[in-house]
Every structure is written in C-alpha cells, then in structure tokens.
C-alpha cells in the first residue's frame, strides 16, 4: 500500500544523492560491446568481465585495466597492430580558462553539470592552475587527477 501524507504535512525534499552506480560504454575488441551499469568505484576490468571478456586479437597492453571508470565513460580496446591517438599532435588540450560548455563534457568524467560548474567557477575566479579545479563543486581529487593530462591554464 503506497504511504501517504496529510495535506498538513510538508512535503520532504531529499537532498540529491551521488548515484551508486556508473553507465559507461565499451567497444572495439571485446565480447559484449554494449553500454553497462557498474557500481560507483568500479574499474576497467570490471567492465570487461561484465561485457563477456576481451578477444583474442585485442591489444590489453594500449588499455589500463586498472582504471577507475566515471560515469559516461565510452572505452574502446584496440585490436592488436591498431595504433590509438597518442602523440602530441592528435591529442588535443582543453585550456581551462577559455573552453566552451561542449569542450569541458568531452572531458571524461564531466557531463553538464560539471561542465557548468567549471563555466561559473571562472566567471568569478580565472583559474591560474590546474590544482584549482579541485575548488569546483563536484571535482574531487580523483577527477582531477584524470583530468590533469588533458587540460591546460593559460
């Protein structure tokens, strides 16, 4: 039976909850590619037993199997002899003091939210380090250390 209130009552509000779990996409050489649900904390290798396993003709040495994954995530394992985008030219870095709403979510770990929040941040405080990404709402210490390589302050 649903529980049910008196009009007299105020209605409760719950203070929002970070979601116990992650939905991150995996593709490329494995069994299963798919979009899954991991608990919050989970690793890559999580992620590949629960999408059946790599195959045989996967690189596993391009991938670090012990990442941490964040919500929104897309990974993509390589097939042996496929080179990813690594060098300097094709990497490309976001410069924290001047990249737009849509850049900042291409970021892993940072969706609307965050992205806002980085965008208001600024507006109040240039950043003039890296490290003061950690002073955003929602960007611990974790995140910025997965960002750190791939953003910049001008």
């Known amino acids: 039976m649903p529980l049910q209130t008196h009009p007299t009552e105020p209605a409760q509000q719950d203070e929002p909850q970070e979601s116990l779990y992650l939905i991150v996409e995996i593709k490329g050489a494995i069994k299963q590619p798919g979009v899954y649900e991991l608990p919050n904390g989970s690793r890559l290798v999580d992620l590949i037993v629960k999408a059946g396993g790599l195959l045989a003709e996967s690189d596993n040495k391009q991938i670090n199997q012990a990442a941490l994954l964040s919500d929104a995530e897309s990974i993509y394992v390589p097939v042996i002899g496929e080179t990813l985008a690594v060098n300097?030219?094709?990497?490309?870095?976001?410069?924290?003091?001047?990249?737009?709403?849509?850049?900042?979510?291409?970021?892993?770990?940072?969706?609307?939210?965050?992205?806002?929040?980085?965008?208001?941040?600024?507006?109040?405080?240039?950043?003039t380090s890296i490290e003061e990404l950690s002073l955003v709402d929602g960007i611990g210490d974790k995140t910025l250390e997965r960002l750190r390589p791939l953003v910049y302050v001008k």
Request: charge should be negative; glycine fraction near 4%; proline fraction near 8%.
């Open 88 to 127: 300097e030219e094709e990497e490309k870095l976001v410069e924290l003091n001047t990249a737009e709403l849509a850049e900042l979510q291409t970021l892993p770990g940072i969706g609307p939210a965050k992205a806002q929040a980085i965008l208001v941040f600024r507006e109040q405080t240039p950043f």
